[in-house]
């Protein structure tokens, strides 16, 4: 089964949506600060059924499954234990979590964020935080996402952060470090386009401070307060981490990368001179020139058009 992209007449707002979408001022937060909490974007129903369809997608559930697995993926299964899951394409392998995140609303207000005429899914990730206070694959160090995605032309991609339910500072929420995406880097480092996963947590804590000291600025860390169906948006050169889960109830949620309607994939090589690939080179289309497209509907669907 393929999955289809909605055609262009889907992308309308009720009034009431449209009261929903980020005003100017939120707009100009967003530019300055390189985060925004939006206002109640899925119903209480629609974000029930996501924590239902992710119980049953962890019970085995699919509606699909990648024809191959990328090299990076990351893929939760039970034998890996009571560690943090993260199950990457969750959009493509669940029919039910793939329609609700398609939600015309959503994509409009990353629209209006990342002041883009179109957005389109860049990758989803399922992921599970257990109630293990002392487990450290709970803790996600700083980090930010567009040094993951050397690949991509576009420094307008965006990140929409959806809890199942409120997610407090004791649950671990993501925590933003203010006006981080204005910051240059210190250096070019090759490092940088690997996984915090392949890296030292006190290598990326120092770079972070480095990165601070260097533009004259203060690790200012925002831990976000997100209420159930709420999302937090923040920019893909936004500073963000998290901390452990010390509630005793998981902290369940998805991270919703977005790309605007004009990110294209170019080379991106080390020094080493390594070539740099993302997951998506080895599922979707080739364009005519032979690259990967990352327009491709199948993986990567549009969510929102202006026209």
């Known amino acids: 089964m393929t999955m289809t992209i909605q055609d262009a007449q ?26 925004y909490l939006s206002k109640k974007l899925f119903t209480d129903e629609e974000v029930e059924q996501l924590e239902a369809a992710s119980e049953r997608f ?17 893929y939760w299964e039970p034998e890996k234990g009571d560690v943090q899951r993260h199950n990457d394409y969750i959009h493509y392998e669940d029919d039910t979590i793939g329609r609700i995140l398609r939600k015309p609303l959503l994509g409009a207000v990353a629209a209006r964020l990342a002041q883009a005429e179109q957005i389109r899914v860049f990758q989803s990730t399922l992921i599970y935080k257990p109630p293990v206070a002392q487990e450290q694959s709970n803790i996600v160090p700083w980090h930010f996402d567009r040094h993951y995605w050397s690949t991509s032309t576009s420094e307008r991609m965006l990140t929409a952060f959806i809890p199942f339910h409120d997610c407090s500072e004791e649950m671990g929420t993501i925590t933003m470090v203010d006006g981080s995406h204005l910051w240059k880097e210190t250096a070019e480092n090759d490092a940088t386009s690997l996984h915090f996963a392949e890296r030292d947590r006190s290598e990326l804590d120092q770079m972070l401070e480095d990165n601070a000291a260097f533009n004259g600025g203060e690790v200012n860390k925002i831990p976000v307060f997100i209420p159930k169906g709420h999302v937090n948006f923040h920019h893909c050169r936004t500073y963000h981490g998290s901390g452990a889960n010390v509630s005793g109830r998981p902290r369940r949620a998805i991270s919703f990368h977005l790309q605007d309607g004009e990110n294209r994939y170019h080379d991106f090589f080390r020094s080493d001179g390594t070539q740099v690939n993302y997951n998506h080179d080895v599922l979707v289309r080739r364009t005519a ?7 491709d509907p199948e993986y990567l669907p549009l969510l929102w058009s202006d026209h």
Do not use: Q
């Open 58 to 74: 962890y019970a085995g559930h699919r509606d699909r499954t990648l024809p191959v697995r990328p090299p990076k993926l990351a």
């Open 289 to 295: 020139e032979g690259t990967p497209d990352y327009s």
């Open 10 to 35: 889907s992308f309308t707002l009720t009034d009431e949506e449209r009261a929903l979408l980020p005003t100017d001022e939120d707009v100009a937060f967003y530019a300055e600060h390189g985060w």
